[in-house]
């Protein structure tokens, strides 16, 4: 929720108390560079006792509540038939009006599940946006994802709403050209992730489905942020002011033919599923359940996240639950443009996303701008982002680089874990840098694995500029910190 002061500024407010804390510390700078360099320049290889803030992701690392925490000390252990898993389908029948439920133990567990079921050789994959786990699947089963974005996805600094709606003419035109045999299924994500998580509009939704059903194209709609795009709705979509989040969920799993999720966003736990109202895409998913993630009941996930995804899905249609990241991303993304640094806007749902491309505009894609601003932003502030860009691209079957449609530096906003003083003290930062943007320099590879590199691989910096940066910040704030 956000609140209007006195003065006339909104301000994020938290509609829960902190009762559990968890200490962090501030390594010095010189600490930090050893350890970016130990990582290869890759922020996914740092370790938690070289992190200040981690805002590397909002993914399995939400603040749980009282009632989930409770909810886990209840759960049932049985490999088959866990009461466990029957509140889980209980709390997806009630709130998404789902019948049939699939756990997995991710998301990206789903999307393998889904892959092995519908997605052939030769086959496309439209979608309004990829994801990492997504893509990689889906190319790995031999088709070919189509991203079907309109115009204004990738305009960084934008007003429109609903940058993650997909293009109906180009939908068309794909469906067209490939044959609707040839289509595994069209994919809606909900929030695009990769592109500052922005959210497509009930309307759009509805149009994609009008125009697939005819044709006997089922709809994917990848739920994993489903509480932050309803919301967005709620806020930005004519007609739905007066709608809960709830009754918007369930306009959108009413339109989709099949939902997939990973629980670790919107639901705050470690676990995803898949939920239909289809029988018959129920049945042709559920034979490789127990082969890949566990027993119809567990699927891959411990009982107790079961339970508390369970509390999770039905707490997550509450307005301060679904706008709690929402809003302080809305409050950070608004601290950066004060000082004028290029942030992706409107401000989405799980990031704040920084524009590596405009911030140090004289590096150049092949030289992964994003990754190196990530360990910029790391050296002067002992924050934890994450590259969106070329670096988390694969390279293509001719083993050259594929640049990505945009450079991001994603800093995420766990649900309910920082405070406003965190994001002013990042924002603070992140201006010291911009006024000294010219010193960071690009990266290059020097280990790099062959799929999903952004995790595993090591780069070095072109020049020494890591520890140039860090002589900087020393001299300005001090060795200690
Ligand atoms: N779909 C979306 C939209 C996601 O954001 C993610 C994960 C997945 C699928 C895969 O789910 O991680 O549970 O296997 N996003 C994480 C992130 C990894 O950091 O944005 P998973």
């Keep these: 929720m956000s609140i209007r002061l006195s003065n006339g500024t909104e301000i994020p407010i938290e509609m829960h108390k902190v009762r559990v804390v968890q200490k962090v510390r501030l390594a010095p700078a010189r600490d930090r560079l050893r350890a ?73 567990a789903a999307e393998h599940l889904l892959a092995k079921t519908f997605v052939k050789p030769g086959h496309i994959v439209p979608m309004n946006y990829h994801f990492t786990t997504t893509k990689a699947h889906f190319d790995l089963a031999g088709a070919k994802v189509l ?43 909900a929030t695009t992730n990769l592109i500052g998580g922005q959210p497509f509009s009930l309307e759009n939704l509805r149009a994609v489905k009008a125009l697939v059903e005819p044709l006997g194209i089922f709809l994917v709609v990848d739920g994993s942020l489903i509480s932050e795009n ?10 739905y002011q007066d709608k809960s989040i709830l009754e918007i969920i369930r306009e959108i799993m009413a339109v989709a033919d099949l939902c997939y999720l990973s629980g670790r966003k919107s639901c705050s736990v470690r676990g995803g599923l898949i939920a239909t109202n289809r029988k018959d895409l129920y049945e042709a998913i559920r034979p490789w359940l127990p082969v890949y993630e566990g027993f119809f009941t567990y699927g891959g996930m411990s009982s107790k996240e079961v339970e508390a995804m369970a509390v999770g899905i039905r707490e997550m ?30 401000a989405g749902g799980l990031a704040c996303h920084v ?8 590096v150049p894609q092949s030289r992964y701008p994003a990754g190196a601003l990530a360990a910029a932003v790391y050296i002067a502030s002992g924050a934890r982002g994450m590259e969106r860009g070329s670096v988390s691209m694969d390279r293509d079957s001719e083993g050259n680089d594929v640049p990505s449609d945009m450079e991001l530096l994603r800093l995420a906003v766990p649900r309910r874990v920082y405070t406003m003083s965190h994001y002013q003290y990042v924002a603070d930062r992140l ?38 940066l860090t002589a900087a910040f020393e001299k300005d704030f001090g060795t200690q910190c």
Aim: include cysteine.
């Design 355 to 362: 524009d590596a491309m405009r911030f140090i505009d004289h």
């Design 147 to 189: 991203e079907l974005y309109t115009d204004e996805a990738l305009n960084a600094e934008s007003d429109c709403p609903f940058k993650g709606n997909m293009d109906l003419s180009r939908l068309r035109a794909a469906l067209e050209k490939a044959g609707p045999e040839n289509v595994s299924f069209v994919r809606m994500e």
């Design 317 to 346: 249609t509450e307005l301060e639950v679904a706008g709690a990241s929402a809003d302080a991303i809305k409050y950070f993304v608004g601290l950066l443009r004060q000082k004028k640094i290029p942030v992706v806007t409107p």
């Design 230 to 239: 309803a919301y967005f709705i709620r806020q930005r979509e004519p007609g």
């Design 36 to 108: 970016i360099e130990e990582a290869g320049y890759n922020t996914f290889l740092l370790r938690t006792r070289d992190i200040f803030l981690d805002m590397l992701t909002d993914s399995g690392t939400n603040a749980m509540t009282d009632n989930q925490l409770a909810a886990m000390m209840q759960s049932d252990d049985a490999y088959a038939g866990s009461e466990s898993f029957y509140k889980l389908a209980g709390a997806v029948k009630d709130i998404f009006g789902l019948e049939y439920v699939l756990p997995a133990h991710q998301g990206r």
């Design 431 to 468: 201006e010291w840098l911009y006024a000294r943007r010219r010193m960071i320099g690009g990266l290059e590879f020097y280990e790099e694995p062959p799929v999903l590199r952004f995790f595993a691989g090591k780069m070095r910096t072109i020049g020494n500029w890591g520890a140039e």
